[in-house]
């Protein structure tokens, strides 16, 4: 048996064979092909000769001059073959075996692995507690303990309190007593990370500093500090709310998508770590939704109903699915038969994601935006205030409040909400940068406008492009709003001669659909501008 396989040729074989045959195997031909062929070199001691020209030559059939760089198919078809193969283990129970197959990320070469066994809790679902478990230990206090000798106490009750509003996090902690004890049994639970921190106060401001470490890989994954002035004669009172200001920055840092946490759950996730494969199905939304990348909605979609058919308790995977269809109501996508109208389907699943989370925050988003679409605006108002209230450091539902808040021109409201929400996240789904869109458009500061529709950066959506085209028509750059309603002819054919009731259903104050109309009153209707045909010459 060779030694970096860890498994004999035998057993991988077997394994290879399960995997092709399996119907949760959902592959082509041409990728079941390139598996085989990837495992049968790396077996034969060939894995150094993996690249991908020679994959493109020995399995995709390109010829002798095939450039990688210029032809991207093993690129992309790695990346479909990845996720067939962390589908299959994510929902085969059988597949749950002593050996794996995987393919990480940068490299073609297939790796063996033998997962350790982990304990199960009886009567926990199997699928939603695989997220990621973060213990926090009680922060130390190193200066002025005389005279504030529970700030590190406190501290750490405000982070804990903060972390449970993300409702993707099981977050773990010592009891918070008069007498808190600084022993816990980390082994009672399965523990992920382990939060700690130390508190400095001195004189004229509070130093919080934290680290986060992989307990199983032993290494340290982030780190962070904090310092906030204070006044040197503050009281308690004061000193609380200081401290609670740094809690809801660290939560946010470490809970929210895109934060620490979930950056380490990709990563596990593509080293086909058991126990965050639940995870990753919400981390693949999380690309879909930022920018809005509709070409995987339908797998997005079979693949969660396949997920929630094996956990129905999974809160969040039924919160994400109606997103999904949600979208697929809004951007036209046909989701078969079984589903004609997918807002129904939408309102369904977020009602059961509330039903199984009330708390959660996520569940209250998905459920506020598939009754925005249904025609509900102030209802999913309030839906989408619930979200942010439940967590006010994430700053998506922030965003998402805002947004909505903003296309019913309540500038006061939503403004503010989308401002913060980009500060908190600089990563922040380009689409809500509409909301800011409407407003300096309809404050009549059309380059800020323009530039905001700019930066909405979802390329298979058809309505930045118009924002562009209406702002760039205000300025009288009249050739370059052609072009623009050219691409959203392109990516949505017909947009244009039915805006007026597009954006109504969109919910947007009919105020502003009319300032966004009357934009393009200098086109000639009658010759129908965005017709392909006579807007070809400017794509080119």
């Known amino acids: 048996m060779a030694d970096y396989l860890k498994v004999s040729p035998e057993e991988a074989l077997a394994e290879l064979e399960r995997v092709l045959q399996s119907a949760t195997f959902e592959a082509t031909d041409r990728n079941k092909r390139f598996l085989k062929y990837v495992v049968s070199e790396t077996l034969a001691g060939r ?24 032809d991207p198919i093993v690129r992309i078809e790695a990346g479909r073959l990845r996720r067939s193969l962390e589908h299959h283990y994510l929902l085969t129970p059988s597949a749950q075996g002593n050996l794996r197959i995987a393919i990480p990320k940068g490299t073609y070469v297939p790796v063996f692995e033998r997962p350790h066994p982990e304990p199960t809790v009886a009567g926990e679902p199997v699928l939603h507690t695989m997220a990621p478990h973060l213990l926090v230990k009680t922060f130390d206090q190193q200066s002025c303990t005389a005279t504030w000798p529970d700030l590190g106490r406190v501290l750490t009750t405000q982070v804990i309190a903060a972390l449970t509003k993300f409702s993707d996090l099981y977050i773990y902690g010592p009891p918070v007593t008069a007498r808190l004890s600084n022993s816990v049994d980390e082994h009672a639970v399965h523990i992920d990370y382990k939060l700690t921190g130390n508190v400095t106060i001195a004189k004229d401001h509070i130093l919080a500093e934290f680290l986060i470490q992989d307990v199983n890989e032993w290494r340290f994954v982030w780190s962070h500090s904090i310092k906030r002035p204070i006044d040197p004669a503050c009281d308690l009172t004061e000193l609380v709310g200081v401290s609670s200001t740094i809690a809801s920055e660290v939560a946010s840092i470490i809970g929210q998508r895109d934060g620490v946490i979930d950056s380490e759950t990709r ?103 598939a009754k925005w679409f249904s025609g509900q605006p ?70 800020e406008a323009l530039r905001q529709a700019l ?69 000639d209707r009658d010759t129908n501008p965005v017709d392909k045909r006579k807007l070809s010459h400017l794509r080119r």
């Open 378 to 447: 102030e209802p999913a108002l309030q839906e989408l205030k619930t979200a942010s209230s439940l967590n006010p450091n994430d700053s998506e539902f922030l965003a998402e409040f805002g947004l909505r808040s903003a296309m019913r021109m309540q500038w006061e409201a939503g403004i503010p909400m989308l401002i913060a929400s980009f500060e908190r996240n600089p990563l922040q789904s380009g689409q809500y940068r509409m909301g800011l869109f409407f407003f300096y458009f309809a404050s009549e500061d059309y380059e």
């Open 47 to 70: 894995g150094d000769r993996i690249k991908a020209y020679s994959i493109g030559t020995s399995v995709f059939g390109r010829g002798d001059g095939f450039d990688p760089l210029q």
């Open 267 to 369: 990563g596990k996730a593509c080293k086909r770590h058991k126990r965050f494969l639940a995870s990753q199905k919400l981390v693949e939304f999380q690309d879909y939704w930022r920018k809005v990348d509709l070409p995987r909605n339908e797998p997005l979609r079979r693949d969660l109903e396949k997920v929630i058919a094996a956990d129905p308790d999974f809160a969040g995977a039924h919160a994400c699915l109606s997103l999904l269809y949600t979208d697929a109501d809004r951007y036209g996508i046909d989701c078969g038969p079984d589903y004609p109208r997918p807002i129904e389907r939408a309102l369904a699943l977020a009602g059961r994601a509330v039903e199984l989370a009330p708390r959660s925050g996520r569940c209250h988003h998905a459920l506020g935006v």
């Open 455 to 523: 930066l909405a950066e979802a390329p298979m959506v058809a309505h930045p492009n118009i924002a562009c085209a209406a702002a760039l028509s205000r300025l009288g750059r009249h050739a370059e709003a052609s072009q623009h309603l050219a691409e959203a002819e392109a990516i949505a054919p017909g947009l244009f001669s039915r805006l007026a009731a597009d954006l109504a259903k969109r919910q947007i104050h009919p105020d502003l659909i009319e300032m966004v109309v009357r934009s393009f009153d200098w086109m």
